[in-house]
């Protein structure tokens, strides 16, 4: 039985995504902490008795989940969540029992749970052995195939700077400056697009990162991004968003 939990999550939307998502499913539970950064959860987790399972985001405002490993012994389950799939196998090194990844969705979140509240003996390494099967076989979009004139014509994900929305429509800017009008939302985009190479930097933008020219800090600790070839165009990063833009350009 799931009592008390604690979230590991630098951005408020998701945490308060997250909370809205427990309250829902285990009504309940008590959350005993939101926690964004590495040094915080050390202190905390220090200071205070164990939950019955954790919530954690691999990428904090201060480095990788995976360090508090290193400062403290941790023996509740984890749930990990995190918008970056790489980190899957690694993740199961730490009382992982499922990874999820965001946006977290209510049915996937209850999974989760009903796992951790049936967890068997030998049940981990079935979990890790399917979620590297998943992961293994788990492929992006390559390539969009538009309507042109009387026919058609494909567009390469990798000819792509960046995706904008404007006026309900979604607009490809490609690197020779030309544009092309796709069908999916950015929501949509932002789930088939391979993260490694892609970063939703606002709710208007997703970002090639081979087309990142430059990173300027902004005002509030927002950050502003120049793209390639293209000046006239402004793509701000949140505060909450502004480390996590700077992990994955440094990766």
């Known amino acids: 039985m ?3 939990i604690v979230i590991l999550e630098d951005e408020q939307p998701n945490a308060g ?3 809205r998502l427990i309250k829902t499913i285990r009504p309940k539970a008590e959350i005993m902490a939101v926690l964004d950064s590495v040094g915080d959860s050390v202190a905390w987790f220090r200071e205070n008795p164990q939950p019955d399972v954790v919530m954690m985001d691999i990428r904090l405002a201060d480095g990788l989940s995976f360090e508090i490993f290193d400062k403290i012994k941790l023996s509740s389950p984890i749930i990990f969540t995190t918008a970056y799939d790489e980190y899957a196998v690694r993740a199961f090194k730490y009382n992982s029992i499922d990874y ?7 049915e996937e979140l209850q999974v989760a749970f009903e796992k951790l509240e049936s967890l068997s003996e030998g049940s981990n390494q079935k979990s ?8 293994q076989q788990r492929e992006f979009r390559n390539r969009f195939l538009l309507p042109y004139k009387d026919g058609y014509k494909s567009v390469l994900v990798s000819d792509v700077a960046y995706f904008y929305s404007e006026a309900k429509l979604t ?3 490609l690197h020779n400056g030309t544009e092309e009008i796709v069908p999916q939302t ?3 985009l932002e789930q088939q697009l391979n993260p490694k190479t892609f970063f939703r930097a606002n709710r208007q933008f997703i970002v090639h990162i081979d087309a990142i020219y430059r990173i300027h800090n902004y005002f509030n600790g927002k950050l502003k991004v120049d793209i390639k070839n293209d000046p006239d165009t402004e ?3 949140s505060r909450e968003k502004a480390t996590q833009l700077k992990s994955w350009m440094d990766f």
């Open 235 to 237: 793509i701000l990063v």
């Open 186 to 188: 950015l929501e949509d």
């Open 17 to 19: 995504r997250l909370k």
């Open 2 to 4: 799931i009592n008390t």
């Open 171 to 173: 607009r490809a800017r």
């Open 100 to 106: 999820v990844l965001k946006p977290v969705e209510q």
């Open 128 to 135: 890790l052995e399917g979620l590297i099967n998943f992961f």
